[in-house]
């Protein structure tokens, strides 16, 4: 089955940049997307990106997707405290009604 | 907005007893998922629907059932609770959308102890 796996921890400085990576089992993902929880709360979509994309940006947000690798990124840049959080990498096989598979989740600890 | 809601937030049951945990969207969407979240497991989804009066199973079904009668309500149910059931259990919708790019929008989940 399909599988998509995240490093569960990363730590860094506020003000720096947080790279937080992804990578998946299923050839055929077409969509992958970043969500990000925050303590106590459910999951917030913050961006997606289709399988023919290369790269998405989006203010502080890029994502990365090298899909020979079948490997993708989040990059934060100016990383700040609100930050801190879980962020869960996705991938949906198509535009049905297919669900989605979460990784595990990364928690992003920001430190001041 | 209301967008999904989950009741109740928080619950605190016995092994063996049994309880159903309700979902509510007001946003029209024709998905609905029941997941649960545990420590370094991530999300794990047990059933989900596609429409009203369909359900299907998920990567971890057993001891769970759901119903869809109603398309705005999603409900999951607990027939006799055990231990390994202590989780907090996240529902979400989704619409089909023209580009598949629909996002699943989230509850703020439920908090489920079984002592």
């Known amino acids: 089955g399909e599988d998509v796996e995240q490093s569960l921890f990363l730590s860094v400085r506020e003000g720096d940049s947080s790279v937080i990576n992804c990578t998946y089992t299923d050839s055929s993902s077409t969509y992958l997307y970043w969500y990000k929880q925050e303590p106590g709360a459910g999951l917030q979509l913050l961006t997606y990106?289709?399988?023919?994309?290369d790269m998405k940006q989006d203010q502080r947000l890029t994502v990365l997707l090298n899909k020979k690798d079948k490997h993708l990124s989040l990059r934060i840049a100016d990383t700040q405290t609100g930050d801190s959080a879980i962020y869960f990498c996705a991938e949906k096989e198509d535009s049905g009604n297919t669900p989605l598979v979460f990784g595990k989740g990364t928690r992003l600890s920001v430190i001041a | 907005n209301a967008g999904v809601t989950q009741t109740p937030k928080f619950r605190v049951l016995k092994t063996g007893q049994s309880m159903t945990l309700l979902c509510a969207q007001d946003?029209?969407?024709?998905?609905m998922y029941w997941y649960r979240q545990d420590p370094g497991m991530g999300l794990r989804l047990i059933h989900y629907s596609v429409g009203e009066g369909t359900t299907a199973k998920g990567e971890v079904p057993d001891g769970y059932n759901v119903s869809r009668l109603k398309k705005q309500n999603f409900l999951l149910g607990l027939e006799s609770a055990a231990p390994s059931q202590t989780s907090v259990y996240f529902c979400a919708s989704s619409s089909p959308g023209q580009m598949g790019n629909q996002p699943q929008h989230f509850g703020d989940g439920t908090r489920l102890s079984i002592l």
């Open positions: 946003m029209n969407h024709e998905y």
């Open positions: 990106i289709f399988s023919n994309m």
